[in-house]
């Protein structure tokens, strides 16, 4: 097996990535414009999507860290609107879809159609949450987002296999899709839900951090191939049991979360870079299979369906936000009420992504060789028109759109009254836990202790300061600054006493370490 076009693949990818950061544009936008670039070098090694890598190799680890960084408590409170994307939005995204494309392309299979509709319903909200991070959308609208992008792959794929089933003839009825989603959402979901509890009991009683982070990086596919194995939804299963270990993470040893937080950010970005990436590089790939349609007619269909899927969206998002509050009183009392702007962008942020894509090469050769190759082109500009004009115009809607800017003041004061209550209550155990005999600490030490707590204390606080007039810096940030030059200084140090000999490699290390985790907590600080 020749390694070199996987290592020019994680390492290109990783440079156009981290070069991104530099720039206005988006990540995963540059990504997609640097491999329709590259795809059309001579010499290029060729980068075929297989789906029998994406769905069960890259899916389930993007999924992973996607879901445990989102915030349970703020799913659950946007359910609604979430289910109302994920479930509503992808089975009508579908019908419309795929009817559009059977009216448009002359010759189209009705059941070809449906499976372009399915194929196509499903945004991938990568970037569209990458770039509302980056422009300061509200949380809410991220939320929605979110919990859209970790939800509608299971209804899509579902969907997906009951049109694919009428396209090679067979025998797909409406009572047997119905039948296969109920399977698939409800088989996913609970077995994430019988998963989740030992998974998390493995987590929290494994004493070396290197086992517990060897299992963080096998959950998700054991979720997801437990889930499949069964017939039963793989992305909710995984979804189900990143979310529950996420929210219940506090609990798992320090050193391990540290140490996952650092393998989790390196994994998600190796394979978000590398997935945008292939999806610019299938472009000789697919006009290779294009067959019969060709020229203008073929990239007027594509114009056409783009526009259609766009507007289809449109025509989705704004009803559903604004109807159910209209007609129900409990919705009204119960959630917030929604903006026409957070609508605007929520439409315009239906960006497709890799999964679209996958399942498209996934089509089987009993489908018509035709169709097939038409609905694979057509998936492939769907997902490169709405990355490129959705994506290039979301950051810059958004700032025509002026949200609301966060008041910062007021979650700098919520922060500190949350560390005055902890600290209060450490102060507390401190006090009780000296009374016995058995902790008794010399006085300069009970109070070092005392001192480090009135720090955490303190630092938010400070943040509301003035700042110093030569520097510009709060006196928690000089604090901050100082402590890590201090530090650097002590590292300086230790590397010249082993270059001399006074202290080995292990020793050296053992120091280090307990700098490095020192230097964490001041950089966490900073946060």
């Given at each position: ?183 698939a959402s409800v088989g996913g979901v609970g077995i994430g ?230 600290s209060r209550a450490a102060d507390s155990r401190l006090d ?96």
């Amino acid at each position: 097996m020749d390694v070199m076009p996987l290592l020019l693949l994680v390492a290109g990818s990783a440079a156009v990535a981290a070069a991104a950061r530099r720039t206005p544009a988006p990540a995963p936008l540059l990504l997609v414009a640097v491999g329709l670039v590259v795809s059309g070098i001579p010499g290029v090694p060729s980068y075929t999507l297989d789906p029998h890598i994406v769905l069960p190799l890259l899916l389930p680890p993007l999924l992973y860290t996607s879901a445990s960084d989102s915030s349970y408590l703020s799913l659950r409170a946007q359910l609604r609107p979430v289910a109302l994307l994920s479930v509503g939005y992808v089975l009508f995204a579908t019908l419309v879809v795929g009817w559009a494309a059977y009216l448009i392309v002359p010759g189209l299979p009705l059941p070809a159609a449906l499976v372009l509709g399915a194929v196509v319903a499903p945004p991938d909200a990568v970037a569209a949450t990458a770039v509302a991070r980056r422009a300061g959308l509200p949380s809410r609208v991220t939320t929605i987002l979110q919990g859209e992008s970790l939800l509608n792959d299971a209804t899509a794929i579902t969907a997906y296999k009951v049109a694919l089933g009428a396209a090679v003839g067979a025998g797909a009825t409406w009572a047997g899709g119905i039948r296969e989603f109920l399977l698939a959402s409800v088989g996913g979901v609970g077995i994430g839900l019988v998963l989740m509890a030992p998974l998390h009991w493995l987590r929290t009683h494994l004493t070396e951090p290197l086992l517990q982070n060897t299992l963080s990086l096998l959950i998700p596919f054991v979720a997801y191939g437990v889930a499949e194995q069964a017939h039963a939804s793989g992305v909710l299963a995984v979804v189900v049991v990143a979310l529950y270990l996420g929210h219940r993470a506090w609990e798992v040893d320090f050193a391990t979360r540290l140490q996952e937080e650092a393998v989790w950010k390196m994994v998600a970005f190796v394979l978000e870079s590398a997935v945008f990436a292939l999806i610019g590089l299938q472009l000789p790939i697919v006009l290779k299979r294009l067959g019969e349609y060709e020229g203008a007619s073929a990239a007027g269909y594509a114009i056409a369906v783009f526009l259609v899927v766009v507007v289809t969206r449109f025509v989705w998002v704004y009803p559903a936000a604004f109807l159910p509050r209209m007609l129900s009183a409990r919705i009204r009392e119960r959630e917030e009420n929604p903006t026409w702007r957070g609508a605007m962008v929520t439409s315009w942020a239906g960006m497709r992504g890799v999964v679209s894509l996958a399942i498209a090469f996934a089509i089987p050769p009993t489908m018509a060789e035709g169709p097939r190759s038409l609905v694979l082109f057509l998936t492939f500009t769907t997902v490169i028109g709405t990355l490129v004009v959705q994506g290039v115009t979301l950051p810059s809607l958004i700032r025509l759109l002026r949200f609301p800017a966060r008041d910062r003041q007021a979650e700098t004061l919520a922060e500190a009254n949350a560390q005055a209550q902890a600290s209060r209550a450490a102060d507390s155990r401190l006090d009780e836990l000296l009374t016995d005999d058995r902790n008794a600490l010399p006085p300069p030490l009970a109070d070092r202790l005392r001192t480090v707590l009135e720090r955490r204390r303190n630092a938010v606080w400070e943040r509301l300061g003035q700042v110093n007039p030569v520097t510009g810096e709060s006196v928690d940030d000089t604090y901050r600054r100082l402590s890590r030059e201090m530090i650097s200084a002590e590292r300086e140090v230790f590397v010249k006493l082993r270059d001399h000999r006074h202290i080995d490699d292990e020793m050296l290390r053992a120091l280090l370490r307990r700098l490095d985790l020192e230097e964490a907590a001041a950089y966490r600080e900073a946060g």
